[in-house]
């Protein structure tokens, strides 16, 4: 729920509604503890009182119209056969990605291999240094 918000912002948060109730705030945060109790218990008693209408069991997640159908209203057999031609297509779709996946990190590795600098040769002798030159003082 607040996954979005850093302690900071919570602290923030908390300090605001501080001040806002003030004294008040214990019965506050009682009071909607309490409302969402009730609101659970009604959650509970609306699917207990559909099982009960629809004569099988049902669960909340079995709300979802996705769920409800695949549930209720496909056999398995429907399933399967629903499922059977999108199989097919997923499988393949997924060895086209491997091979453009292999592909790609081919690529990558030949790149990498470009770009590292080619190894300088070892020196094989110190070169020469160049003799000293003489300088004639008496010319001058």
Request: charged fraction near 25%; avoid cysteine.
């Amino acid at each position: 729920m607040f996954e979005n918000l850093n302690w900071w912002e919570i602290a923030a948060l908390l300090m605001l509604a501080l001040l806002i109730f003030g004294e008040r705030l214990p019965k506050v945060i009682g009071d909607g503890l309490r409302m969402l109790r009730s609101l659970r218990q009604m959650a509970q008693n609306a699917t207990t009182d559909l099982s009960r209408e629809l004569g099988t069991d049902i669960q909340l997640q079995d709300l979802h119209p996705k769920a409800f159908i695949r549930k209720h209203v496909l056999s398995e057999d429907d399933e399967a056969a629903l499922r059977k031609p999108l199989q097919g297509l997923f499988e393949d779709v997924k060895t086209d990605l491997n091979g453009v996946k292999t592909d790609l990190n081919g690529v990558k590795s030949n790149l990498t291999e470009a770009a590292k600098p080619a190894p300088k040769p070892a020196p094989s002798a110190a070169p020469a240094a160049p003799a000293p030159r003489a300088i004639d003082m008496d010319a001058t």
